[in-house]
């Protein structure tokens, strides 16, 4: 996959299931920068983990406990954070609900 158009339709994203009862598809990228959507099924855990990139991310629907470098929020439609490099972080959701993540530069892996 090339760095994509400057316009992205959403019928053409591809979802996929990186854990259960999460689907995530890549919006749009170039090699400085991705947005990706992520939709979480009621109770789901994005798991802690960490990476190089900075992750901006917005509350689009639902709402989600937010845990980053060890501090916990609550954070609803229309809430966002920032995770700074290399900072442990996840998700759970507190229902049905999407969160749009950009990072920059952009996640190479989410491209296999």
Do not use: C
Not at 38 to 54: D, L, N, S, T
Not at 60 to 81: N, P
């Amino acid at each position: 996959m090339s760095s994509s158009d400057l316009f992205v339709s959403a019928e053409g994203a591809e979802w996929v299931n990186p854990e259960p009862g999460v689907t995530r598809r890549i919006m749009t990228y170039r090699p400085e920068m991705m947005m990706v959507e992520v939709a979480f099924e009621a109770g789901a855990v994005g798991a802690a983990h960490f990476h190089p990139h900075i992750q901006a991310s917005y509350v689009a629907e639902g709402s989600f406990e937010v845990t980053i470098d060890g501090r916990t929020e609550v954070l609803k439609q229309g809430g966002s954070f920032i995770v700074p490099p290399n900072l442990v972080h996840g998700v759970k959701a507190l229902e049905r609900g999407r969160l749009i993540d950009t990072f920059t530069p952009h996640r190479a892996e989410f491209l296999k």
